[in-house]
Nanobody
Framework: VQLQASGGGQVQAGGSLRLSCVAR????????MGWYREAPGKERVLVAK?????RTTYGMPGRFTISRDNARYTVYLQMNDLKPEDTAVYYC?????????????WGRGTQVTVSS
């Protein structure tokens, strides 16, 4: 199973972006899906995650909203009122069941750049 993220890009401060991440492959089960971000010179941190039954956890509440479409194995991150400090590579993450065990998998990341 692979996670494919899209929707990143360059935007001016105050703008919005919507990231999408879809799980592709032979999927036996997916539980939590989420987004992390890694800014230059900083560690990767949680932005938000959501379980298959819709429970959410935010690492940076207020301007971001996470949602998912279980039928499409897709998770979204709506980012509003973006600020230059939101500039980072955003990584999709998921807990996937591969018939024998649960594993945590990462997508390649999508760059978000916010200019002032």
């Amino acid at each position: 199973v692979q996670l494919q993220a899209s929707g990143g890009g360059q935007v001016q401060a105050g703008g919005s972006l919507r990231l999408s991440c879809v799980a592709r492959g032979t999927i036996y089960g997916i539980n939590a899906m989420g987004w992390y971000r890694e800014a230059p010179g900083k560690e990767r941190v949680l932005v938000a995650k959501i379980t298959s039954d819709g429970r959410t956890t935010y690492g940076m509440p207020g301007r971001f909203t996470i949602s998912r479409d279980n039928a499409r194995y897709t998770v979204y991150l709506q980012m509003n009122d973006l600020k230059p400090e939101d500039t980072a590579v955003y990584y999709c993450n998921a807990d996937h069941f591969d018939r024998e065990r649960w594993e945590n998998i990462w997508g390649r990341g999508t760059q978000v750049t916010v200019s002032s």
